[in-house]
């Protein structure tokens, strides 16, 4: 079975610091992941995916297979970074998956001026 | 487009009763994923809808039930509501049935249970 694991509930850092957010996942096939973001007040919505290989508000996130990591980081934090992040599993077991997320707990990230 | 809509924002119900919750999805999307999220955990998957025919299923009782009509909105259906059914809960469509697509959240139904 499939399953994610954010090891952090909350995570506090001062403004311009690094952050690294951890997420560990459980799955036998082959993984897509992502990260979301849930801003105070606004709805989920998708940060990056592992797939794209992109950086997102200066976030970037990679995949290490071996290690069964999605690790989040930025080497600079801002204030407007403080939210909750979850880490998400898309299954695709031979191609039949049909967008089945399996979703961490989340972290809530606060930066302090 | 608004997004991905759902309808009502919040619901209080009592236990027993049955509750439908409603969401449309971003126009030109034929998927449609629910997603249970209880107080302080991530989002739990219940149902996908492709299409008009159920994709997938989550670890949830037969007391919940999905459809997706020909527009591509979707309901989600509860039966003999239990208390542990409070929750927030999501819709998220996509365009395309498999991985490798982001799926857009709504802003989710309250449902409280009494």
Redesign the interface.
Known sequence: AQR?T?PEKLLSVFKGAPVELKCNYSYSGSP?LFW?VQYSRQ????LL?H?SRESIKGFTADLNKGETSFHLKKPFAQEEDSAMY?C?L???AG????????????TILTVHP | DAGVTQSPTHLIKTRGQHVTLRCSPISGHKSVSWYQQVLGQGPQFIFQYYEKEERGRGNFPDRFSARQFPNYSSELNVNALLLGDSALYLCASSGRPSGYNEQFFGPGTRLTVL
């Open positions: 994610v954010q897509e979301y709805r989920l919505q998708l995916r797939i979850y998400a898309n299954t695709n191609g039949t998956s049909y967008g089945k997320l399996t979703f961490g707990q989340g």
